[in-house]
Every structure is written in C-alpha cells, then in structure tokens.
Nanobody, 122 residues
C-alpha cells in the first residue's frame, strides 16, 4: 500500500486549507482511513477518520465543527478540509490506512503517507 499526501502549506490564523491523500492499493474501499497530526515535540494524534464506505466519521473535540473528512473510493482519495485554523493546528499531517473498516481508539495503522507540513500563524 502506498499513500501520497499533499496540500500542506502556510495559512494565516482563521484561514482554511485542504489536504488530499491518494492511495494505490486495490483494496482501498475495504479499510477506514485517518488523518493524523504530529505537532513539534508531541505525539502523533488522530484528527479525523472515515469508514471504508464514507458513511461514518470520527473527529476529536479539537477538530469537531472545523474539519471535514471525505473520501472518493472511485478515485481512491481521502480529503481533509480544515477551516478556522489555529496556531495549535500547526504540525505535520499524515494520512494512514487503518486495519479495520471503522475507526476505533488504538486501531493499527497499516500504511502511512509521507506527511505534509501545515503551518498556521498570524
């Protein structure tokens, strides 16, 4: 499985940014996918996750109401739309293929994208 993340960059506080993750695996539509963020000197944390069919999503409190995850199984892509960005959203964002059809806490990640840097500043 190969995942390719893109779309990071610099954005001002309060702005928006979209990330995209493209997969190469033929079983893409079998597994959930998550977006994860790793801030400087912090552990990687899940920011959003979407079920294999796109019908179920998960967001931690820090992302609820601001981030939206979606997927296109025909194109084998997962997008993350981020609005009302804060400086605390700064970090490297990774997409990850989950070893399950639905996200759950502690679900193993079977493949990672290469990461894309998002910097939010005034």
């Amino acid at each position: 499985v190969q995942l390719q993340a893109s779309g990071g960059g610099f954005v001002h506080t309060g702005g928006s940014l979209s990330l995209s993750c493209a997969a190469s695996t033929p079983t893409f539509d079998t597994y959930a996918v998550g977006w994860f963020r790793q801030a400087p000197e912090k552990e990687r944390e899940v920011i959003a996750a979407i079920s294999y069919d796109g019908d179920t999503t998960y967001y931690p409190d820090s992302a609820k109401g601001r981030f939206t995850i979606s997927r296109d199984n025909t194109e084998k892509t997962v997008a993350l739309r981020m609005n009302e960005l804060k400086s605390a959203d700064t970090g490297t964002y990774y997409c990850g293929m989950l070893d399950a059809a639905y996200y759950y806490r502690g679900v193993p990640v079977t493949a990672w994208g290469q990461g894309t840097l998002v910097t939010v500043s005034s």
